[in-house]
C-alpha cells in the first residue's frame, strides 16, 4: 500500500479487500493515506449488503457503515 502511495502521489484509489474479505484497516490506512489523511476510498460492499436479510436491513447496513467509517478514522492523521 505504501508502495502504491508513494507512486500515484496523492491521487485518490479505490481500495477493496476490507471488510468480509478481512483487509487491515489500520495497516490500510496508514500506509496509504495521503499527508493530510486522505486518499483513500474504502470500499466494504459485501459487509454492508449481508448486513442483514430482514426488514431491519437499512438500520443494520447503516451501524455497518458507520462502524467502519469510525475504525477507519481511528488511523487517520
Do not use: C, H, W
Request: charged share 25%; proline share 3%.
Amino acid at each position: 500500500m505504501s508502495e502504491v502511495r508513494s507512486i500515484v502521489g496523492d491521487m485518490p484509489f479505490l481500495v477493496p479487500g476490507v471488510g468480509a474479505q478481512g483487509g487491515d484497516i489500520e495497516f490500510l490506512v496508514k500506509a496509504g493515506q495521503t499527508e493530510n489523511g486522505t486518499g483513500l476510498i474504502i470500499s466494504s460492499s459485501r459487509g454492508v449488503i449481508y448486513a442483514s436479510d430482514g426488514d431491519d436491513f437499512a438500520s443494520k447496513a447503516r451501524e455497518v457503515v458507520l462502524k467502519l467509517r469510525s475504525e477507519i478514522n481511528l488511523y487517520r492523521k
